[in-house]
């Protein structure tokens, strides 16, 4: 049963009972981000206060970026006074290599967020930002930022969640077949039980897709064939709509029905089809025939 607290916030917010959760999964303090949103006069409601969450947290991770790079003239002088002859020059060079790196990332350009409720996401832009993240993901301190905020930004997991469902992202479009696009057309369905197409596509959405949103979600953002575990079928995202595929290419052999599935032996999960990856992404264990 709805109590009264969340049958009020829900007409504050604007959101259904189960968007509420997300406010249990803030850590940063609601106080401070209500305040700046009133003195900045905008409407309150929970999409823009996961949008003021998430610009916190760019924020925070640029601080910490120019700290490490205002630091960096102390930290060569510290190696320079403490390490050994044989290793100076590889600690120096190891330092500076860093250095460039950590120059290379902006947040504020490299973060992109979409906020959707429930569905928000939040991640970089492109691949290659994302793996100098990744390298530098303790040293930047980001697991804390993600902490505040609720929500993943680097995603270790290849899954990544869309509409309330789980995808996983498969590989580029593969040979001249794929890459022709009335073969690909050919092969692709609108899936009236998946219901993911944009209002001006079709009316009766059961939710409301955006290509842009869907790849800002996604843990690679130059994927054309996404995997899902609900329903446990292929999608590939065009303009306005995620449409089905039909069949799939494997190995470079002729269009066939989708493979079988890997059985984990410690989750028994069995919802990874053969020939995908060879891991489980519920628990990491490694998957055999």
Wanted: glycine share 6%; hydrophobic share 35%; net charge negative.
């Amino acid at each position: 049963m709805v109590g009264n607290r969340d049958i009020i916030l829900k007409e504050i917010l604007r959101c259904n009972e189960n968007d509420l959760s997300i406010i249990d999964d803030i850590v940063y303090d609601l106080d401070v981000i209500l305040t700046n949103m009133i003195s900045d006069g905008v409407e309150i409601d929970l999409n823009t206060i996961v949008k003021y969450i998430f610009e916190q947290g760019i924020e925070n991770l640029v601080d910490i970026i120019e700290n490490r790079l205002n630091n960096f003239g102390e930290d060569l002088e510290d190696i320079a006074d403490h390490a050994e002859d044989e290793e100076l020059d590889e600690c120096l060079s190891k330092r500076l290599d860093l250095q460039e790196e950590l120059k290379m990332l902006n947040p504020k350009e490299d973060i992109i967020y979409n906020c959707e409720l429930s569905s928000s996401t939040i991640g970089i832009r492109c691949n290659k930002i994302a793996d100098l993240y990744t390298k530098h993901y303790d040293l930047l301190g980001i697991s804390d930022i993600e902490l505040n905020i609720g929500f993943p930004i680097i995603r270790m997991n290849p899954s990544f969640k869309y509409g309330g469902l789980s995808f996983i992202p498969q590989r580029q479009f593969a040979g001249e077949t794929e890459k022709d696009f009335l073969s690909v057309s050919a092969n692709l369905y609108s899936d009236l039980n998946l219901g993911f197409w944009n209002k001006h596509q079709r009316s009766d959405y059961k939710f409301e897709y955006d290509y842009d949103g869907f790849y800002v979600a996604s843990t690679s953002k130059d994927c054309d064939i996404f995997y899902c575990i609900e329903t446990k079928k292929f999608y590939v995202p065009c303009q306005n709509e995620l449409f089905g595929m039909k069949s799939i290419l494997w190995s470079g052999e002729k269009n066939k029905d989708f493979p079988k599935s890997w059985q984990c032996s410690v989750c028994k999960n069995e919802e990874v089809p053969k020939g995908i990856h060879n891991f489980c992404f519920i628990c990491g264990n490694n998957v055999k025939d």
